[in-house]
């Protein structure tokens, strides 16, 4: 009978893991009554996922108009986006429930300061991706943030596909910045000069039926050591 029991248990579990419904992508975008700055080690959510502060320095979710009074947000963004400043960096987790999700696309952009001069076609350096993947394996890319345009500004870009598709799923990803330095390499920290701005942020969350089939598996294979013995 304990047997008929764990084999009931395993099929529910399949039949558990079949029914699941298939994870639908969202978009972080920052729109969602999240507004401030945040120090070091402080965290916000926002789209059912969290937000934590680090490198030293701080972050804030604003609108282009707000960040304007203190550096040149990037252009073509009228909603609220996050800018991370001076060398920072900023980590993202779920907020709850299950813990693994995918990147799919995010749009970004380079935060100059106020009184930076580029001429056209400048390129500052670039946005640094980096993950914590499952099975303790590391994902990383680097986005040039692109060249300024004919006013020496700088705009948003998107971010799809590439790199991120051979991504698998994540516990955390880490948002930070880089300064081209002239000889092939990008710099960071950099003298409180990366700056980054991000909205628009795809993400895929782990589709229950994957721990289900993993419950399934685990009582299958108990099922077929106790029958061997």
């Known amino acids: 009978m304990r047997k008929l029991g764990l084999a009931a ?14 994870a639908h992508a969202g978009v972080v975008t920052f729109d969602d009554g999240v507004v401030g700055f945040f120090g070091d080690g402080d965290s916000f959510t926002s789209g059912g996922y969290t937000f934590t502060q680090g490198g030293g320095s701080f972050g804030g979710v604003a609108d282009g108009g707000t960040f304007s009074i203190f550096a040149n ?14 060398d920072s960096s900023v980590t993202m ?22 009184g930076g ?13 980096s993950a914590h993947g499952l099975d303790g394996s590391t994902y990383s890319l680097l986005a ?48 409180n000069l990366n700056q980054f701005a991000l909205d628009n942020i795809g993400a895929v969350p782990e589709p229950g039926s994957l721990a289900l089939a993993a419950l399934a598996l685990g009582v299958a294979g108990s099922l077929r050591r106790r029958s061997s013995r």
Request: proline share 5%.
């Open 9 to 22: 248990l395993a099929g529910a579990a399949i039949m558990g893991a079949l029914a699941a419904p298939a």
């Open 73 to 86: 947000a990037p252009t073509g963004n009228s909603t609220q986006f996050y800018g991370g400043f001076n």
């Open 93 to 114: 987790t779920r907020s709850s429930g299950q813990t693994h999700f995918k990147l799919s696309g995010l749009d970004f952009g380079f935060i100059s300061a106020i």
């Open 117 to 129: 001069i580029y001429n056209p076609g400048d390129e500052p350096g670039a946005l640094m991706v």
């Open 144 to 191: 040039s943030f692109g060249g300024a345009d004919g006013n020496g500004e700088f705009g948003f870009q998107s971010l799809v596909g590439g790199d991120l598709s051979t991504w698998g799923f994540v516990d955390s990803v880490t948002f930070s910045a880089c300064t081209f330095d002239g000889a092939g390499g990008c710099a960071t920290p950099f003298f």
